[in-house]
């Protein structure tokens, strides 16, 4: 029968069982009994299988002596107990079959070694080979499903929000257009170029944003609900925090105010990294070691930690008195960033922050204007090491204030008729937040770039495959 390596290793096979494990080569080593060792990878745990490979294999020497990292090869023998260090079981081949060779193993860009991560994020489509992403990979996993068993076991439902989109749910201008093309008959300019003005069937489309306007449609019949799908921004910034394209979940929910979103956000936040720790402890242990020391500790530390609530009008005011110098001014009226977020997170508090209560018009036109007529109730989830992980609002259920805040922010109304509707019929309180899944995978693995925190990432001057 054919196992997994970690089921192997798990010691789901009975010692002394025949098995035949599939993956790819990390290391092989010879030794002078005339045996050959090799690490076997398939990506089911962190972990490579030791396969012990002895001299009497009918093609020792042909082949087995010649396999090298990457070779993709099937392995049938014996369960066995491993006196190696670090893992309980290995292989006693009784056949190899080499199933892929790597063709010229000089040149073969994934080597038994660490490479830059600049380097793999040249050869993205090679790295998901190396134990790094791998990882990473796992652990992006396992944050997937945990989120949406988090939401299943709360009683929300995941609504699917359109990718292509009319309005600009931020109303921040950062969007990208779509243009129909008929590549067989490119639409030319006067010049002779290629004419990307045709838009989407005779309309003007876009990449969406955000799903939030879409899924509040869903909130307000369905009372708890949630999108979880990819996002894009046009904005050109070589940042290590943003990607043009990403996946946000955003949860919504009715009869709900700034209150119930921050604890919902902080609900939803330590049950993702307790699945983390309880099912991804052998990657982590890795990105401990190799990528940054808290990776283990950090996460502990946040599952116990209640979070801190301030007012935004409070955090200026500390900002102001701590006595640190900072690159950009902290003034009522200016937005946080995300060196004075990191010091209220890291420094003042030690704890994730919640900051609520921002200025009107800093915030986006959708959020809900507070009686005092200067803020609106919205929230930033702020956590040490990073920033600001998620932002939320309760939303603007009154239909005279919307209107007043859509033209004091220049916006169409006649893009955003249907959301009025709304407001219209039915309205109710009702708020939510959106998480960047790639920054919660950043914190998560200890990552310093946000490119590698996405299989393909998409941002300015990257390849495209
Ligand atoms: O703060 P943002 O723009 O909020 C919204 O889109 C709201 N509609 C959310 C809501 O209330 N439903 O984005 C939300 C989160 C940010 O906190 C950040 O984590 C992430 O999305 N984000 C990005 N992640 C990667 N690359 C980018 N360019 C990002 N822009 C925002
Ligand atoms: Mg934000």
Known sequence: AVASIQQVLDGKVAVGETVTVQGWVRTRRDSKAGLSFINLSDGSGFAPIQIVAPALLANYESEVKRLSAGCAVRATGAVAASEGQGQAYELQAETIEVVGWVEDPETYPIQPKAHSLEFLREVAH????????????????????????????????????????????EGAGQMFRISTLDMMNLPRTAKGE????????????????????????????????????????????????????????????AFADLNDDAALAEAFLKYIFKAVLDERMDDLTFLAERVEKTAISKLEAFINAPFERIEYGDAITLLQKSGQKFDYPVEWGLDLQTEHE?????????????????????????????????????????????????????REERLDVLDARMRQFGLDPAHYQWYRDFRRYGSVPHAGFGLGFERLVVYVCGLQNIRDAIPYPRAPGLATF
């Open 126 to 169: 090679l790295r998901p080979r190396t134990n790094l992403f791998g990882a990473v990979s796992r652990i992006r996993h396992c944050m997937a499903q945990a989120i949406h068993r988090f939401f299943h076991e709360q009683g929300f439902y995941w609504i699917n929000t359109p990718i292509i989109s009319t309005s600009d749910a």
């Open 342 to 394: 990191r010091w209220l997170t890291e420094q003042h508090v030690g704890r994730p922050v919640v900051v609520a209560n921002y200025p009107e018009h800093i915030k986006a036109f959708y959020m809900r204007l507070n009686d005092d007529g200067r803020t609106v109730a919205a929230m930033d989830v702020l956590a040490p090491g990073i920033g600001e992980i998620i932002g939320g609002s309760q």
């Open 194 to 253: 290629v004419d990307f003005s045709k838009d989407f069937f005779g309309k003007e489309a876009f990449l969406t944003v955000s799903g939030q306007l879409n899924v509040e449609a869903y909130c307000l019949a369905l009372s708890k609900v949630y999108t979880f799908g990819p996002t894009f921004r046009a904005e050109n910034s070589h940042t290590t925090r943003h990607l043009a394209e990403f996946w946000m979940i955003e949860p919504e929910i």
